[in-house]
């Protein structure tokens, strides 16, 4: 009897904790809200502007000639998103700490995250700790002159294969 | 069917079907307390009050308060704070009650501490406790996040980001524990439901649990002293109440609780009416903006310090601190290897080190308040090293303790 009973409640146990789990998953509709188009025409020269994509900040910042120098001499270029003629930042703009958002400083040309004191370069890589990596890049597709997020393009990929960047 | 004789009176009719005179025995005349005491051993009957506070006080907040992205903003700071009549009174509790909480807290483990309350079959009431402030301390983040103001957004942000563990990366585990890639009505609203119902029952039946696990081992006394309950009960119920070293619960040692108590609620009370702002983050009066994270985020004081041991390193090593911090408290009964439940002014090397850390956690906490730059990133590195390294030291120094004869 005893044996049968805990063969039984453990079922029972076994499957409502599944059902409980399934219940804080996020919701399909959630899941599936989805993609960002951006027109890469629209940017200017060292001026940060934040999209949104899946409810997070994401960051473009259009580099200028004195930026791309810098990323080549840094071997950052890699970081970098090619749109015609021209290089472009697109990450997520959650600091990889802890997840706060970092505020640009145009003239020093570097991001600040004053949760913890985080700093990032001008290609959004890590200058200064805590944070362990330089900010992430989203799955892009470059299409002509626009850019879709939450599609992954052959470019994404090649950045995920190479470690540049780590899934979100 | 037992037997039933007509009820003389109602006391009669209650005791024959639910033994209220044996009831009242056991939880009340004939539970002893030591006479050496102080005061500070009021402050567990405090923590109950306070908890009934926020109970009360927490009902009237729902009558209005709406669950909504969109609308718990304002029914929070507008309708609550300036339409419900009184609605600022139960907020001023609530939010009052929630610091102060963790004030009385703190003195009760510190107290415990100083004692050596949780040793020698005191250990489960330590553990108790310990669940009771780590309950607590979720009750207060899901309570923080109900205004979802900028405080409650990034806070939530940040605090549910912890959970990827770092360089294990766990972002599935992040995005189930929100709902959602980011804070939104999903977090929202299971972070309201764990705040107005699961885990107040949870802090409910440990407080039982508390309570229980006191019943065999008694409280301390000021001098560690064994007592023999059983012996000196004897005394007091034949009348030789000078010569017993304890007295009943109720009702003599429950009127001096309560004398404290009253103390404390006239301080608490004056706070409510004239200094709550202390309790209410200017930073949470602007709503929740997903595309800005405010200039400094810092927890509510009472988690200063533990966040103050999480910050100064890289993301990894933060996290082994700031969960060793978590944990190691739970385990003092079993790294204190000394033989002595006394006061720690009678134990040598082990008042040196309760002092240290009461004095380390408070300048963790002042620390955590400060932005991390310059000679305050510094002073907190050394300060949370100087935590983690007193908790490596206490099994040494205990273990040369000598024993100290009565
Ligand atoms: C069953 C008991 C409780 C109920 C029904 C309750 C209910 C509520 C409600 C509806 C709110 C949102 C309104 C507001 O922000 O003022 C709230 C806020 C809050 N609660 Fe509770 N609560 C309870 C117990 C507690 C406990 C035990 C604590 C902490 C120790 C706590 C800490 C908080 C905090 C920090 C806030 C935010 C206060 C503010 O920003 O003004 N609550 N609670
Ligand atoms: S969240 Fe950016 S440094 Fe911690």
Same mark, same amino acid.
């Given at each position: ?14 499957a ?12 399909p ?24 994509w ?19 001499k840094?071997?950052?270029l ?10 472009f ?27 913890h ?20 890049i ?13 599609e ?17 | 069917?037992?037997?039933?004789e007509?009820?003389?009176s %109602?006391?009669?009719?209650l ?16 539970y ?9 051993w009021?402050m567990?009957?405090v923590?109950?009050?306070t908890?009934?506070? %926020?109970?009360?006080?927490g009902?009237?907040?729902l009558?209005y ?28 509790v ?9 004030l ?23 553990i ?23 405080m409650?957004y990034?806070?939530?942000m ?5 959970f990827?563990?770092g ?26 439901m764990l705040?107005?119902? %699961?885990l107040?029952l949870v ?8 309570f229980?696990?006191?019943r ?18 004897a ?18 040692? %429950? ?28 930073v ?45 408290f739970?385990?003092?009964?079993f ?6 439940? =006394?006061?720690a ?28 730059e ?24 205990t273990?040369?303790? =000598?024993?100290?004869?009565?």
């Amino acid at each position: 009897m005893g044996k049968a009973f805990g063969a039984v409640a453990s079922v029972g146990a076994v499957a409502t904790l599944y059902a409980m789990k399934k219940t804080w998953d996020p919701l399909p509709s959630v899941k599936a809200a989805g993609f960002t188009t951006l027109d890469m025409s629209a940017y200017e020269d060292n001026k940060l502007v934040t999209e949104k994509w899946r409810g997070k900040p994401i960051f473009v910042l259009k580099q200028s000639p004195e930026m791309v120098e810098y990323a080549k001499k840094k071997d950052e270029l890699k970081r970098l998103i090619k749109v015609g003629n021209d290089y472009f930042m697109i990450v997520v703009g959650l600091c990889t700490h802890l997840g706060c958002i970092p505020g640009y400083r145009p003239e020093r040309k570097d991001f600040l995250c004053a949760c913890h004191g985080g700093q990032y370069d001008s290609t959004a890589e890590v200058t200064k700790a805590p944070p362990p990596r330089g900010l992430d890049i989203p799955p892009f597709k470059v299409d002509g002159m626009k850019v879709v997020l939450g599609e992954e393009g052959p470019e994404y990929k090649k950045m995920l294969q190479d470690g540049i960047t780590l899934p979100v | 069917m037992a037997h039933f004789e007509k009820a003389t009176s %109602l006391h009669d009719w209650l005791n024959q079907r639910l033994a209220i005179d044996t009831l009242r025995r056991v939880l009340a005349t004939e539970y002893w307390i030591p006479k050496n005491i102080n005061f500070l051993w009021a402050m567990g009957m405090v923590l109950a009050i306070t908890f009934g506070m %926020l109970l009360i006080s927490g009902i009237f907040l729902l009558m209005y308060y709406q669950p909504n992205v969109d609308l718990a903003f304002d029914s929070v700071n507008y309708t609550i704070m300036k339409e419900v009549e009184f609605g600022w009174l139960w907020r001023h509790v609530h939010g009052v009650a929630a610091s102060v909480v963790f004030l009385i807290i703190y003195i009760h483990m510190f107290t415990g501490i100083y004692y050596g309350s949780y040793k020698k079959g005191r250990e489960l009431i330590w553990i108790s406790g310990m669940l009771l402030f780590v309950t607590f301390s979720a009750e207060a983040f899901s309570g923080y996040m109900l205004p979802w103001g900028q405080m409650s957004y990034w806070a939530g942000m940040v605090i549910t980001n912890l959970f990827s563990l770092g360089d294990l990366h766990l972002n599935g585990l992040v995005e189930w524990i929100r709902g959602d890639y980011v804070p939104g009505q999903a977090f929202l609203n299971r972070f309201f439901m764990l705040h107005v119902l %699961l885990l107040p029952l949870v802090i409910i039946a440990l407080i039982g649990l508390h309570f229980g696990t006191l019943r065999i081992p008694h409280v301390n006394n000021q001098e560690g002293e064994e007592i023999d309950f059983d012996e000196e009960a004897a005394k007091y119920k034949a009348g030789k109440k000078k010569e017993a070293k304890v007295i009943a619960f109720a009702n003599d040692f %429950l009127a001096k609780d309560m004398f404290v108590v009253s103390i404390f609620l006239i301080f608490f009370f004056y706070l409510v009416f004239y200094h709550y702002e202390f309790a209410m983050d200017p930073v949470n009066f602007d709503p929740a903006d997903p595309l800005k994270t405010p200039e400094h985020i810092y927890p509510e004081w009472y988690f200063l310090w533990s966040y103050e041991i999480l910050r100064p390193f890289s993301t990894n090593v933060g996290l082994i601190a700031f969960g060793f911090a978590q944990v190691i408290f739970f385990l003092l009964p079993f790294l204190d290897r000394s033989p002595n439940a =006394k006061p720690a002014h009678k134990r040598g090397l082990f008042f040196y080190w309760f002092w240290a850390l009461v004095i380390d956690m408070i300048v963790l906490t002042a620390m955590g308040k400060l932005p991390p730059e310059g000679i305050f990133s510094t002073i907190g590195l050394y300060a949370a090293l100087t935590f983690i390294g007193l908790w490596i030291i206490l099994p040494i120094i205990t273990k040369m303790e =000598k024993e100290v004869k009565e």
